[in-house]
């Protein structure tokens, strides 16, 4: 038979082990507590020059004024995948992307104005380009995947 003090220590480890679960369990996901979001970018070409990322949260503020930016050194494969920071409290963000190819700061477009360095964006950019109606994706824990163009 245990005695007093082990039943205690055991019946103390086992309540605290239960507040713990409750407590995850009740808890926002980790991504609306921390303001980040898990990205995905597919067909990166590799190890060619920066990828340049802005979240926007809203409609008034798409293509104006980001939640945040980023720039990372294009890695080795066609794949990166990185954490994006500084999103708040959003529920939903619309992503736009380029690889600037010549490091210069800025997409590369020709006389018309059609971009000439890949781009890409959350959502679904459509024939003439994102917007924030169809680049806007749910923040709720998933990964979100933007393929870049060629």
Not at 14 to 36: D, F, N, V
Not at 40 to 53: D, I, P, S, T, Y
Not at 62 to 87: E, H, I, N, S, V
Not at 115 to 144: A, H, M, N, Q, Y
């Amino acid at each position: 038979m245990k005695s007093p003090t082990a039943l205690s220590t055991v019946f103390t480890t086992t309540a605290l082990s239960l507040l713990a679960a409750l407590l995850l369990a009740a808890a926002p996901p980790a991504q609306a507590q921390e303001g980040c979001a898990a990205i995905e970018v597919q067909n990166v070409r590799a190890k060619q020059g920066q990828l340049m990322v802005a979240a926007f949260g809203s409609a008034d503020s798409y293509r104006k004024k980001p939640l945040t930016q980023m720039r990372l050194p294009a890695g080795d494969g066609a794949t990166m995948r990185f954490q994006l920071c500084g999103l708040g409290t959003s529920t939903e963000v619309a992503l736009t992307l380029f690889q600037d190819l010549d490091s210069d700061g800025r997409m590369g477009t020709n006389l018309v104005g059609m971009p000439t360095e890949p781009w890409g964006s959350s959502g679904s950019p459509g024939t003439f380009g994102p917007s924030w109606e169809t680049g806007r994706v749910k923040l709720d824990g998933s990964v979100i995947v933007v393929r870049m163009s060629s």
